[in-house]
């Protein structure tokens, strides 16, 4: 805000003739300042995409885990079922 406001005034002041003004902005210390065309827009590096990508495959990850723990006990008891149902020994499952 404070460097639009900045730059609009010396685009007034550059438009006006003045005798000193070299010397005025000479004392406001803007020999460098470059108050002509749109600003650049600078990207800046953002590590919220990789971290909302990360946290999306660390969720997946685990859900698909526990899917996949929940299936193999669902076969597990399912053997054990059938095991037990035929009065067979259900020590050696794993």
């Known amino acids: 805000m404070i460097k639009r406001r900045m730059k609009r005034l010396f685009k007034q002041l550059d438009a006006v003739p003045l005798p000193e003004k070299e010397k005025i902005l000479s004392t406001a210390g803007v020999q460098g300042f470059d108050y002509g065309g749109e600003a650049k827009r ?18 997946s990850a685990g859900a698909f885990s526990v899917y996949a723990v929940a299936s193999e006990m ?5 053997a054990v079922t059938i095991f037990k149902t035929y009065n067979l020994s259900n020590e050696d499952l794993s």
Do not use: G
């Open 74 to 78: 669902k076969e597990y008891n399912e």
């Open 42 to 59: 600078t990207r800046k590096f953002s590590l919220r995409p990789i971290a909302v990508l990360c946290t999306v495959f660390l969720l």
